[in-house]
T-cell receptor
């Protein structure tokens, strides 16, 4: 069975600095999808970035980028130039290619931005 | 602004009440989902509808009854709930019912409190 581990329950960073959130996963599949979702206190679960395992190039979305290490089964999220609005719970999630439904979630990391 | 709209945003009900949660999307998505999320935990999948038919029921108690009247609407009917059912209920949708790389889009959720 697949599992997703986020080992940092809470992280804090000074505004404008860079922070990296870690995520590791366990799977025997060779192709799959990985996602980072953000959930601010407003509650909406927002997709931040996604990565397809067959793509070697790391995904980027503006200030958000990932370091995808397939052999190490690692999928960390880097947030550059942190802003107060980045404060949220961040969830890493895994999904098999043959399933549109079964998101396997990590436990989440609470990100605090210090002004 | 979210493209998946959930109403109401907050709901307080007694254990003998009957109420319904509503979810609406106009993105043409053919798969819709209900999740339950406890505080500081990742979402737990409850139901999946694919082309308006229930395709997955994750062993949810019968006091939760989903309904998909059309491709844009998803309801969750509640009856005789227990205090442990208090949680955030999230609705999500995705473009394809078949496996694809398309992510799920989430609503803001309904915060449910059972007295």
């Amino acid at each position: 069975a697949q599992t997703v581990t986020q080992s940092q329950p809470e992280m804090s960073v000074q505004e404008a600095e860079t922070v990296t959130l870690s995520c590791t996963y366990d799977t025997s599949e060779s192709d799959y999808y990985l996602f980072w979702y953000k959930q601010p206190p407003s509650r909406q679960m927002i997709l931040v970035i996604r990565q397809e395992a067959y793509k070697q190039q790391n995904a980027t979305e503006n200030r958000f980028s990932v370091n995808f290490q397939k052999a190490a089964k690692s999928f960390s999220l880097k947030i550059s130039d942190s802003q107060l609005g980045d404060a949220a719970m961040y969830f890493c999630a895994y999904r098999r290619v043959d399933s549109n439904y079964q998101l396997i979630w990590g436990a989440g990391t609470k990100l605090i931005i210090k002004p | 602004d979210t493209e998946v709209t959930q109403t109401p945003k907050h709901l307080v009900m007694g254990m003998t009440n009957k109420k319904s949660l509503k979810c609406e999307q106009h993105m043409g998505h053919r798969a819709m989902y209900w999740y339950k999320q406890k505080a500081k935990k990742p979402p737990e999948l409850m139901f999946v509808y694919s082309y308006e038919k229930l395709s997955i029921n994750e062993s949810v108690p019968s006091r939760f009854s989903p309904e998909c009247p059309n491709s844009s609407l998803l309801n969750l009917h509640l009856h005789a709930l227990q205090p442990e059912d208090s949680a955030l209920y999230l609705c999500a949708s995705s473009q394809e019912a078949e496996p694809s790389n398309q992510p799920q889009h989430f609503g803001d959720g309904t915060r449910l409190s059972i007295l």
